[in-house]
């Protein structure tokens, strides 16, 4: 096994060269303060957090999730709790800790902080500062998957050089009507739920919608089959008490004010698919109620001869990239070919 | 043109044999109360209300439609304002006022006077008080949309004897287990509102979520395709303007609690199709994302050889009674065949 030489610019003192693989792989988390220019707000003051995981001296993948991901994609030597993207980064798949960096942040404005527009530019540049700082010249590739990768897109765009090819999973080059209308009706239910000083309630509704649109009827279908109850004159539905568990969840760890910025900058992502001039795989999944197959034909004949696509068919829909990892794993395994190594 | 021997037990006095057709045509609303032996609430006083245009001797089709629906489904001569179904009945449809006479009639629970649970069945044995109120001893169809498709099957099932035949368009033997989840969090955005005491607020936004179900990303992406604004620091897409007028129109027409019990009536709804045992006619939209296909196509299975299947694909989804007028009127004119008319 080789390594290419490595992208960074400062690599890290503590990672001496000639110790054995598995004692290069480090994890570290950091934060700093920064002053981003942000396209509809102007200049802001921010904090950047990050977290790695892999060799210092190995190529550098970032990995970005959906509005709720974060920095923390898998449990590690170092932060031993689970992460949102587990089943895809760990020995033996393509994001190995033990052949590459990967590198997650918290977007900026997932603290709710940060209560202006945020745009999915403004994410982009944020990541730019974040490399500067890590002492990063370029991405071996950036892997987004549904916010992330508009992020993925937009930091094609603006910082080209820095990133050597860009895998997009579930996003488009700009929001679905229909996807942009069910988002803004999640956020009238938290704007319903602050009019009586109830953040939690509008939110856990907000959320409980946005779990319909993340998955299918086929797999409600499947889970949520029993009969309806009457319970104090009530109608109670099957999926009831599932929705309710996960909202509560969601609730105990999502600032109100987190969840609508990111929310709206979803629908502020416009880019022009021409303009993207990287390598890039579209993963689109047939079954996604948020971000169709079609608008994602659309962002692949854009790109031209750059762009190609990848469809999975799958029953959880938006979230295929969390639960279908082995064949996730597969398409990026394709599209991320690590220099050096042999397929 | 010749009719069959009239189906009314009582013919109203008032329509003598002998004149012309085109003063034959008449049309009545009335209202009266009753009590209902509710299957979830036992005994209730209930108010019926209908409406009926045709000749007084023409064999009776029922016609009933969405929650929303009401008595009224077209403009006549006594009635100027437009109906729910204006489309669809009128010289020259297959509900042709001149050749049948249409009854409709507003559920039990739209005016919002009974807070318990109701059940398709209850639609069902009120319809029936309602026939023998009218001295109606059969009728030749009900044509049921959406939640009208319910209670055409409990009417079958319930009062076999009083249809010849069922048309159900947009509506399955159960709920779909997704489409029951997001009526259950619409009824929830009313509670929200309720919290407040601002039905109103609370009403709207359901209803709007409700919209998104009953139409498709197709329409969307058609009519909203303009980029998003920001306004006083808040992201507004392009539908949210459309979403707003339709549901300041539906919650100024609508008691809260009427679309609360109407909504969970939807859910309670179960029949066993295998005992259901007359001809009938399932009416399945490709398109629609409340009543899926798949369900229609079980539906008629359960029915054996007195079901048929007619599917439509429309940008309209669960809309596409509403909508598609000339490809449904197609369909019932096959479906509802008129004694002693030639096709």
Redesign the interface.
């Known amino acids: 096994m080789s390594f290419a030489p490595s992208t960074a610019l400062r690599p890290d003192s503590f990672v001496p060269v000639s110790v054995p693989v598995e004692d290069r792989v480090h994890a570290a988390r950091g934060e700093f303060a920064a002053v981003l220019d942000m396209r509809?707000a102007g200049p802001r003051p921010i904090r950047l957090r990050y977290e790695w995981v892999g060799p210092a001296d190995a190529p550098v993948v970032v990995l970005a999730g959906g509005i709720s991901a974060n920095r923390h994609v898998a449990a590690n030597a170092q932060f031993g709790e689970k992460g949102w993207a587990e089943g895809l980064v760990g020995p033996g798949r393509t994001l190995d800790p033990q052949r590459l960096r990967v590198l997650a942040f918290d977007f900026i404005g997932a603290d709710g902080a940060l209560d202006?527009?945020i745009d999915t530019a403004d994410q982009a540049d944020a990541l730019a500062i974040l490399l500067d700082h890590l002492g990063i010249a370029q991405l071996q590739a950036f892997v987004g998957y549904s916010y992330g990768a508009l992020v993925a897109q937009q930091f094609g765009l603006r910082h080209r050089r820095r990133v050597q090819r860009l895998v997009v999973v579930s996003g488009a080059h700009r929001?679905?009507?229909?996807?942009?209308?069910?988002?803004?009706?999640q956020r009238?239910?938290v704007a319903?739920?602050q009019?009586?000083c109830?953040d939690e309630?509008?939110l856990a509704?907000a959320r409980?919608?946005a779990m319909?649109s993340y998955?299918?009827?086929e797999e409600?279908?499947e889970?949520?089959?029993a009969?309806?109850e009457?319970i104090n004159?009530?109608?109670?539905?099957?999926?009831?008490d599932y929705?309710d568990a996960a909202a509560a969840q969601y609730v105990a760890r999502t600032p109100v004010t987190a969840w609508l910025r990111l929310s709206?900058s979803i629908?502020?992502h416009?880019i022009e698919p021409a303009q993207l001039l990287l390598p890039t795989v579209v993963v689109a999944v047939e079954g996604d109620?948020l971000v169709?197959l079609a608008d994602l034909v659309s962002l692949v004949e854009g790109l031209g001869p750059r762009g190609s696509l990848r469809v999975l068919r799958s029953p959880y829909g938006h979230d295929a990239f969390l639960k279908e990892t082995d064949r996730i794993d597969a398409i990026l395994a394709n599209a991320i070919r690590i220099p050096g190594e042999t397929a």
């Open positions: 509809h202006v527009p929001a679905h009507p229909y996807a942009a209308a069910w988002r803004a009706l009238r239910a319903l739920g009019l009586q109830s309630n509008g509704l409980q919608f319909l998955r299918t009827p409600f279908s889970r949520f089959d009969a309806p009457v004159g009530r109608v109670r539905v099957a999926a009831e929705l709206e629908d502020l416009r109620r169709p």
